[in-house]
Nanobody, 115 residues
Framework: QVQLVESGGGLVQPGGSLRLSCAASRSIFSINAMGWYRQAPGKQRELVAA???????NYADSVKGRFTISRDKAKNTVDLQMNSLKPEDTAVYYCNVGYMGYEYWGQGTQVTVSS
């Protein structure tokens, strides 16, 4: 079982930055894969960024060069640094991990990019 607690969402102006954090109840280094998804109103939930135990990363084309996924060993979190935010980034962002054949999701955190 893995419990996830997300934080860091909020309202930001275009061009601004936010840092999302996903705190896990198990060591993130024991989890095969972890990532961030997002879902905007009327749109399909999509993968934003993924990170494996081996450190391999994958990003959606729409966020490459702007978002960075990383692990923080001291805090046991998976973080998503979001720079140069655009209105199109507005969505609910979800943390997701896979462990022992099950998927676990965070509660979601709202990110709104607007002037």
């Amino acid at each position: 079982q893995v419990q996830l607690v997300e934080s860091g969402g909020g309202l930001v102006q275009p061009g601004g930055s936010l840092r999302l954090s996903c705190a896990a109840s198990r060591s993130i280094f024991s989890i095969n894969a972890m990532g961030w998804y997002r879902q905007a109103p009327g749109k399909q939930r999509e993968l934003v960024a993924a990170l494996t135990r081996g450190g391999r990363t994958n990003y959606a084309d729409s966020v490459k060069g702007r978002f960075t996924i990383s692990r923080d060993k001291a805090k046991n979190t998976v973080d998503l640094q979001m720079n140069s935010l655009k209105p199109e980034d507005t969505a609910v962002y979800y943390c997701n991990v896979g462990y022992m054949g099950y998927e676990y999701w965070g509660q979601g955190t709202q990110v709104t990019v607007s002037s």
